[in-house]
């Protein structure tokens, strides 16, 4: 057997020398050792698949990550691996060609439905404290399931599980996963729903990329935890969720809080509860005292009454006295207020009466006559005051400031400008 390999190989070594390939990843790891393992399926959709080593001399070239659905070019020799018999493409470059048809779909459909809003961050809406009852949608013959149960019944035994079954993988899984969906909120009979399978390629999560999946995901009226695949693994539907988990096991530990956990809380609520209990009973106790103490001496409170007593007879004997003496003290500042108000009057009247008296003396026609002006009359007192009516002959009566004097006209000259 070994001898055959052997040969084949040789064959294929001579034959296939170099060799260069295009396809798509699918089921890329990365040792430790740095070395890369993956297969290479056609673009198109064919069945052929190749499986592909890339030694870490090769992988450490690279100028990008490879990853599941990458559409790449590779250059390398063909193979056999002799421990398993089996045909292997060695990798000695690998160049980007573009996006695998999956991994297109992938962020064509993410784009989409995020311009919709079905992963906005608003709508997620947050997780029940303290779930009673969670339910599980994942397939039963899966480990996801198993890993989260033991999760579940090491961290928080006291929760009830509900399965609801489906594949998880495959063209019968979309349907089956949103029937689930639909049932367990028909149901409400949990709090909860973790959404969750184990690791896989693209290829082998891509139920969780299909559009009515995710849909179903993002309208559930129960909140959603998805858990789906590993921690570098995302699909669209933890997207959509309400919150997404690395791993099944990290889903069913962020569902459900842990049992010692809230036992520990609990222990402290009772300790601070007896402390505040203890306290609230020694302060009545002390109150409760204090009554009694009081209760025991009724003579203190009858002093206590009868000092009160005479001290309001003092008040009420010395009431009368204060008051008609603060009514003297009030008239007598009213009378005070008064003589003031009557003696600034009086100023002020005073006062202007020496003002009108100033401006009469101002107007006394006889402080115009002592400044050499006569005043004219016609002799029955009217006074002249114009040239126009009198006549040569007329007597008038001129009085000065100190007398007056009788005159006769002897002529009448009237102005140039009368």
Not at 335 to 359: E, Y
Not at 391 to 407: C, H, K, N
Request: glycine share 8%.
């Amino acid at each position: 057997m070994a001898g055959l390999l052997e040969a084949v190989s040789q064959s294929l070594a001579e034959r296939f020398s170099v060799v260069a390939v295009g396809g798509e990843i699918s089921g890329f790891t990365r040792a430790a050792s740095g070395h890369c393992y993956f297969g290479l399926k056609d673009a198109d959709g064919q069945a052929a698949s190749l499986r592909c080593a890339m030694f870490r001399r090769a992988a450490v070239l690279l100028d990008f990550t490879p990853g599941d659905g990458a559409l790449v070019e590779l250059r390398g020799r063909v193979a056999v691996y002799e421990p398993r018999g089996e045909l292997q493409f060695i990798v000695e470059a690998m160049r980007r060609a573009g996006a695998g048809t999956l991994y297109e779909q992938f962020l064509k459909l993410r784009a989409r439905l995020a311009a919709e809003g079905l992963f906005d961050e608003d709508a997620k809406r947050p997780l029940p404290t303290l779930p009673r009852r969670i339910g599980v949608i994942t397939s039963t013959a899966g480990a996801a399931l198993h890993d989260v149960l033991t999760a579940l019944a090491r961290r928080a035994p006291q929760v009830e599980v509900v399965v609801y079954p489906s594949p998880v993988q495959g063209t019968e899984a979309p349907p089956a996963l949103v029937n689930a969906l639909r049932i367990a909120n028909q149901r409400a009979e949990v709090d909860l729903l973790l959404l969750v399978r184990g690791g896989g390629s693209l290829e082998d999560l891509w139920a969780f990329n299909d559009e009515r999946v995710v849909r179903a995901v993002a309208g559930s009226l129960l909140p959603v935890v998805c858990g789906v695949g590993h921690e570098t693994d995302i699909t669209l539907c933890d997207l959509a969720a309400d919150l997404r988990a690395p791993t099944p096991t990290a889903a069913a530990e962020l569902a459900a809080p842990s049992r010692e956990a809230l036992l520990q809380m609990l222990a402290g609520l009772e300790r601070h509860l007896a402390r505040a209990t203890e306290q609230r009973l020694q302060t009545l106790a002390q109150r409760l005292d204090r009554i009694a103490l009081r209760l025991a001496r009724p003579s203190d409170a009858l002093a206590r009454q009868r000092r009160l007593l005479d001290l309001l007879a003092q008040r009420a004997a010395a009431a009368p006295g204060r008051r008609i003496e603060l009514q003297r003290q009030r008239l007598a500042h009213q009378a005070q207020r008064l003589d003031r108000a009557r003696a600034d009057m009086l100023r002020r009247q005073l006062v202007r009466l020496d003002g009108l008296q100033a401006r009469l003396q101002a107007l006394d026609p006889r402080h115009v006559l002592a400044r050499g002006y006569a005043w004219l009359d016609d002799g029955a007192g009217g006074a002249v005051t114009s040239v126009h009516g009198l006549l040569a002959g007329a007597e008038v009566r001129a009085v000065l400031a100190d007398g007056s004097l009788d005159l006769r006209v002897l002529g009448v000259l009237p102005s140039s400008q009368g």
